[in-house]
């Protein structure tokens, strides 16, 4: 087979697949499917129908009920998450804010991956916790959201919509509310052609049947009827995949490990409620009057006769036998396409009617051909047993390297197979033509010497690459996705430039579409089927075994601070540690420092030479403010200049069992604070929660903490602290602490101190965490900088030994404080009171009692936020708080 032919079948391949790019997964093992899976996967084939489930975070989608959608109806199941939980705590570690939304993103798509639905994002940032709708959308761009919502109805055309949450104050939090709101208006926007025109170059306008609120107990009051509900049971058994629909959602739910929602799986009987919102009311079937067979699209009748055939004779001990019957299939589903796209073309010179209805009918097919000729597609290679990787020697690659791709090709079947060519997208390489036929048990691999282009850009999510404000991220610009060769156009939708993402490509990607890819062109049965495949790094770990990372485009050189804030309560200096990484060998060039007007360093800058690829050279720089040092906080920033280039980002590892390695690259920025600050005492001793980075602020700040485990815990050790600090969460993570809360408050009864951060209410592991009884609960103050009266201006927490002032509470980030008491024995002095906007005063931000001859203090305020962030106030209340009583 010649190359043009390899060219065309890529091309098609390409037209249908130009806008759907989300289905290639990142670092991940090429998937493989047991025969009942293909048999299932056979029958989805013959379903046309699809839903998508609306809320406001990770987390909040009904696995069970997605798991029962995907798998039980085998409809396209999505779930639209308007934001990706960057503003809530980590408990498995210390990131936060845009690198728990990588994490919180990722765990999502390990979550789809389990119960079969696809994931899907607004560009709406959580900025925390917010109490109403009406606040929310003071901090999101309402339209913006809506428009990112209209465009995923608009994309994968789901014929219901359901939400997670009602639209009102019920819901619990601003997000839930607005996530509701904003479906209802989804709803209609996208089926109305004023409603962002815009879209109108990509997709065409669609309106869903219905729209249904996901309903429950939890939101009926009690006594409260749900009979007039429609009710379905999503808690059956599919015994293809051998687990009921619970138990797949308890692993998908479980997941989300940064939120500690590990879930127990349920089966039986589960009944999901679901109430009417809009569009047709549905009397006994979320789906009645809705074709789901093939007859919903032109021509497509015969194709549904000859899946049920398929079907039919499929062979669970030999499924390459179903390869045939696919391809006819296949052919079928392309010929009925080719009808109205003639049409289309023919009328493409004429306004009017024709042409009108035409693109009406091409648009209405071109999605259900799009996902159906993707599902053969994989049962085909599902089918033969076609194993195909491409994996590199290095996990990072740098602009202008030269780079070895291995092309690894299994056939594992008894159907032959001829691989035609390969297409690397990303590198520079001109397309490889193979002319080998890969018999039973064969294997073939084909080394690709690649370039990487100069202008490649490095490989950060792209929600991150432009700055964002509180409320939204930004979309990048047009992307470049690599060279093709010269002549491929998307003669369908002319907008979109094969070899470039558009910006409005991006909208409701969960992440950044791999960069390289492989065009894979193979011939079976004579027919000739494209296959993307992502460009990986694979290595064996002794323990864990064979793991597969992204392949990552670095910088010539990252460049790191190490600390997050740099605290200054003297005139004296400090270090300054600065990594350079280089992202490839032989990297020359300077790296300094920028500052403040007032403050000094030296040295002034450093000539560095790094021989080696990924090697590491650390610089200490000496930092100290100057006489013209302003108090208050300011930023230092580190840059490295390479052949006139300047670079001034950082790279940042994120690894965790249960997601893939993520890589990004942080501005190399740190907060500069100098403040009037006076301290006693000097040891400490920490018992980690959650996570934190609480540790670092109190050495910045002088102390000498000493890092506690569960077993340090005994009178003897803790004699020697001056003060003992709890981390966040502690009482939710340790469970350990039910027994070393005596030895606990023996320490404070003797005289220590002992500060505990916010616990959450639910989940604690002991009814009782302080020596007097208390009550948690979820009351918090959201609005960051709320005014804050002081109920005891002669507590000694603030004016020993620094004299808290209401300025201390200025330049908060994103909360005030959480988990706030409800109630308390009287034996808790109360220090501080705040309240958000139209509520009443909430007086337990800090509760502070005396035990014996010692202290202890709970406190609420989000300190694991404002010290990392380089807030003056913070660490001024932190040291008083480990002060007291010395």
């Given at each position: 087979?010649?190359?043009?032919?390899?060219?065309?079948?890529?091309?098609?391949?390409?037209?249908?697949?130009s806008?759907?790019?989300?289905?290639?997964?990142?670092?991940?093992?090429?998937?493989?499917?047991?025969?009942?899976?293909?048999?299932?996967?056979?029958?989805?084939?013959?379903?046309?129908?699809?839903?998508?489930?609306?809320?406001?975070?990770?987390?909040?989608?009904?696995t069970?009920?997605?798991?029962?959608?995907?798998?039980?109806?085998?409809?396209e199941?999505?779930?639209?998450?308007?934001?990706?939980?960057?503003?809530?705590?980590?408990?498995?570690?210390?990131?936060?804010?845009?690198q728990?939304?990588?994490?919180?993103?990722?765990?999502?798509?390990?979550?789809?991956?389990?119960?079969?639905?696809?994931?899907?994002?607004?560009?709406?940032?959580?900025?925390?916790?917010?109490?109403?709708?009406?606040?929310?959308?003071?901090?999101?761009?309402?339209?913006?959201?809506?428009?990112?919502?209209?465009?995923?109805?608009?994309?994968?055309?789901?014929?219901?919509?359901?939400?997670?949450?009602?639209?009102?104050?019920?819901?619990?939090?601003?997000?839930?509310?607005?996530?509701?709101?904003?479906?209802?208006?989804?709803?209609?926007?996208?089926?109305?052609?004023?409603?962002?025109?815009?879209?109108?170059?990509?997709?065409?306008?669609?309106?869903?049947?219905?729209?249904?609120?996901?309903?429950?107990?939890?939101?009926?009051?009690?006594?409260?009827?749900?009979?007039?509900?429609?009710?379905?049971?999503?808690?059956?058994?599919?015994?293809?995949?051998?687990?009921?629909?619970?138990?797949?959602?308890?692993?998908?739910?479980?997941?989300?490990?940064?939120?500690?929602?590990?879930?127990?799986?349920?089966?039986?009987?589960?009944?999901?409620?679901?109430?009417?919102?809009?569009?047709?009311?549905?009397?006994?079937?979320?789906?009645?009057?809705?074709?789901?067979?093939?007859?919903?699209?032109?021509?497509?009748?015969?194709?549904?006769?000859?899946?049920?055939?398929?079907?039919?004779?499929?062979?669970?001990?030999?499924?390459?036998?179903s390869v045939?019957?696919?391809?006819?299939?296949?052919?079928?589903?392309?010929?009925?396409?080719?009808?109205?796209?003639?049409?289309?073309?023919?009328?493409?010179?004429?306004?009017?009617?024709?042409?009108?209805?035409?693109?009406?009918?091409l648009?209405?097919?071109?999605?259900?051909?799009?996902?159906?000729?993707?599902?053969?597609?994989?049962?085909?290679?599902?089918?033969?047993?076609l194993?195909?990787?491409?994996?590199?020697?290095?996990?990072?690659?740098?602009?202008?390297?030269?780079?070895?791709?291995?092309?690894?090709?299994?056939?594992?079947?008894?159907?032959?197979?001829?691989?035609?060519?390969?297409?690397?997208?990303?590198?520079?390489?001109?397309?490889?033509?193979?002319?080998?036929?890969?018999?039973a048990?064969?294997?073939?691999r084909?080394d690709?010497?690649?370039?990487?282009?100069?202008?490649?850009?490095?490989?950060?999510?792209?929600?991150?690459?432009?700055?964002?404000?509180?409320?939204?991220?930004?979309?990048?610009?047009?992307?470049?996705?690599?060279s093709?060769?010269?002549?491929?156009?998307?003669?369908?939708?002319?907008?979109?430039?094969?070899?470039?993402?558009?910006?409005?490509?991006?909208?409701?990607?969960?992440?950044?579409?791999?960069?390289?890819?492989?065009?894979?062109?193979?011939?079976?049965?004579?027919?000739?089927?494209?296959?993307?495949?992502?460009?990986?790094?694979?290595?064996?770990?002794?323990?864990?075994?064979?793991?597969?990372?992204?392949?990552?485009?670095?910088?010539?050189?990252?460049?790191?601070?190490?600390?997050?804030?740099?605290?200054?309560?003297?005139?004296?200096?400090?270090?300054?540690?600065?990594?350079?990484?280089?992202?490839?060998?032989?990297?020359?060039?300077?790296?300094?420092?920028?500052?403040?007007?007032?403050?000094?360093?030296?040295?002034?800058?450093?000539?560095?030479?790094?021989?080696?690829?990924?090697?590491?050279?650390?610089?200490?720089?000496?930092?100290?403010?100057?006489a013209?040092?302003?108090?208050?906080?300011?930023?230092?920033?580190?840059?490295?200049?390479?052949?006139?280039?300047?670079?001034?980002?950082?790279?940042?590892?994120?690894?965790?069992?249960?997601?893939?390695?993520?890589?990004?690259f942080?501005?190399?920025?740190?907060?500069?604070?100098?403040?009037?600050?006076?301290?006693?005492?000097?040891?400490?001793?920490?018992?980690?929660?959650?996570?934190?980075?609480?540790?670092?602020?109190?050495?910045?700040?002088?102390?000498?903490?000493?890092?506690?485990k569960?077993?340090?815990?005994?009178?003897?050790?803790?004699?020697?602290?001056?003060?003992?600090?709890?981390?966040?969460?502690?009482?939710?993570?340790?469970?350990?602490?039910?027994?070393?809360?005596?030895t606990?408050?023996?320490?404070?009864?003797?005289?220590?101190?002992?500060?505990?951060?916010?616990?959450?209410?639910?989940?604690?592991?002991?009814?009782?965490?302080?020596?007097?009884?208390?009550?948690?609960?979820?009351?918090?103050?959201?609005?960051?900088?709320?005014?804050?009266?002081?109920?005891?201006?002669?507590?000694?927490?603030?004016?020993?030994?620094?004299?808290?002032?209401?300025?201390?509470?200025?330049?908060w980030?994103?909360?005030?404080?959480?988990?706030?008491?409800?109630?308390?024995?009287?034996?808790?002095?109360?220090?501080?009171?705040?309240?958000?906007?139209?509520?009443?005063?909430?007086?337990?931000?800090?509760?502070?009692?005396?035990?014996?001859?010692?202290?202890?203090?709970y406190?609420?305020?989000?300190?694991?936020?404002?010290?990392?962030?380089?807030?003056?106030?913070?660490?001024?209340?932190?040291?008083?708080?480990?002060?007291?009583?010395?």
């Open positions: 087979m010649r190359l043009s032919t390899f060219r065309a079948a890529l091309l098609a391949f390409l037209i249908f697949n806008q759907f790019l989300i289905g290639v997964a990142q670092a991940q093992a090429p998937k493989t499917y047991s025969s009942s899976e293909i048999l299932l996967g056979l029958k989805k084939l013959n379903v046309l129908g699809s839903v998508l489930y609306l809320a406001a975070h990770p987390d909040d989608e009904n069970r009920l997605i798991a029962y959608m995907a798998n039980g109806r085998l409809l199941t999505g779930y639209l998450s308007c934001t990706r939980g960057d503003g809530g705590q980590n408990l498995i570690g210390p990131e936060l804010r845009e728990l939304g990588v994490i919180r993103t990722q765990e999502l798509l390990a979550a789809r991956r389990i119960d079969g639905g696809r994931q899907f994002f607004t560009r709406a940032n959580d900025f925390g916790f917010s109490k109403t709708s009406d606040e929310t959308f003071t901090i999101w761009d309402k339209e913006q959201v809506l428009s990112d919502m209209v465009w995923v109805i608009r994309q994968r055309r789901p014929d219901v919509l359901i939400t997670r949450f009602p639209p009102d104050p019920r819901a619990g939090h601003g997000h839930h509310q607005a996530s509701a709101i904003l479906a209802a208006e989804a709803f209609d926007a996208a089926g109305d052609p004023k409603r962002f025109p815009e879209q109108l170059k990509y997709v065409q306008v669609w309106q869903p049947k219905r729209l249904y609120w996901n309903t429950g107990s939890f939101f009926v009051k009690p006594g409260e009827s749900m009979d007039g509900y429609l009710k379905l049971d999503a808690g059956g058994y599919n015994p293809l995949l051998g687990q009921s629909y619970g138990e797949i959602a308890a692993r998908s739910r479980s997941q989300h490990k940064s939120q500690g929602f590990g879930s127990a799986a349920t089966r039986g009987e589960a009944l999901e409620y679901l109430q009417y919102v809009k569009g047709d009311k549905a009397k006994t079937d979320l789906f009645e009057g809705i074709d789901m067979t093939w007859n919903r699209v032109p021509g497509g009748a015969p194709i549904g006769k000859m899946l049920d055939e398929v079907i039919r004779k499929y062979d669970a001990a030999n499924p390459s036998a045939a019957g696919l391809l006819k299939v296949r052919k079928a589903i392309y010929s009925i396409y080719e009808t109205p796209a003639k049409t289309y073309q023919a009328a493409d010179a004429v306004q009017g009617t024709n042409r009108i209805e035409a693109e009406k009918e648009n209405h097919l071109q999605f259900w051909i799009t996902t159906k000729i993707e599902q053969i597609d994989e049962l085909l290679k599902a089918c033969i047993g194993y195909v990787e491409v994996t590199v020697p290095a996990n990072t690659i740098a602009s202008g390297e030269e780079v070895e791709l291995a092309l690894d090709i299994v056939n594992r079947s008894t159907t032959p197979v001829n691989v035609v060519g390969a297409i690397v997208s990303g590198f520079k390489n001109n397309g490889v033509e193979v002319k080998e036929s890969i018999q048990g064969k294997s073939v084909k690709l010497h690649c370039i990487v282009p100069s202008d490649m850009s490095v490989s950060q999510p792209y929600w991150l690459r432009e700055v964002a404000s509180v409320g939204m991220y930004s979309l990048p610009k047009e992307l470049s996705t690599g093709l060769p010269a002549g491929y156009i998307n003669q369908d939708n002319p907008n979109i430039k094969l070899g470039f993402l558009p910006q409005q490509i991006f909208v409701g990607l969960p992440e950044t579409p791999p960069i390289p890819l492989i065009y894979l062109t193979v011939l079976v049965d004579g027919k000739a089927i494209a296959y993307q495949v992502p460009v990986q790094y694979k290595s064996t770990d002794p323990v864990e075994g064979e793991k597969y990372r992204p392949l990552v485009v670095v910088p010539p050189v990252a460049v790191n601070i190490a600390g997050r804030a740099y605290v200054f309560a003297d005139n004296q200096p400090k270090t300054v540690p600065v990594t350079l990484r280089a992202g490839k060998a032989g990297v020359k060039g300077s790296l300094a420092l920028t500052l403040p007007a007032g403050w000094k360093v030296e040295p002034a800058s450093f000539t560095f030479d790094i021989a080696s690829k990924d090697a590491e050279q650390t610089v200490q720089f000496r930092v100290q403010p100057g013209g040092a302003q108090e208050g906080k300011s930023e230092l920033r580190a840059v490295a200049t390479v052949d006139g280039q300047v670079y001034s980002r950082g790279y940042q590892a994120i690894e965790y069992n249960h997601i893939p390695t993520q890589i990004l942080p501005e190399a920025v740190a907060p500069l604070v100098k403040l009037d600050l006076k301290r006693k005492g000097q040891e400490i001793g920490y018992l980690m929660g959650a996570g934190d980075e609480v540790p670092d602020a109190l050495r910045q700040i002088g102390y000498t903490v000493t890092l506690l569960p077993e340090d815990i005994t009178d003897q050790n803790l004699r020697r602290f001056d003060a003992v600090v709890l981390g966040i969460r502690a009482y939710n993570t340790l469970d350990k602490l039910k027994t070393l809360q005596p606990l408050l023996k320490y404070v009864e003797n005289g220590g101190n002992m500060v505990v951060q916010y616990v959450v209410s639910r989940g604690t592991v002991m009814s009782q965490i302080g020596p007097y009884p208390l009550t948690l609960s979820n009351d918090r103050v959201t609005v960051e900088n709320a005014p804050v009266t002081f109920l005891k201006p002669q507590q000694p927490l603030l004016n020993t030994p620094n004299k808290i002032t209401t300025k201390d509470f200025e330049g980030v994103q909360e005030q404080g959480l988990y706030y008491p409800s109630s308390w024995d009287a034996k808790y002095q109360l220090v501080i009171s705040s309240h958000d906007p139209n509520e009443p005063a909430k007086e337990s931000a800090i509760l502070v009692a005396d035990y014996g001859k010692g202290h202890y203090i406190t609420g305020l989000s300190l694991f936020r404002e010290l990392p962030a380089g807030v003056p106030g913070a660490y001024r209340l932190l040291t008083n708080m480990v002060s007291l009583g010395k």
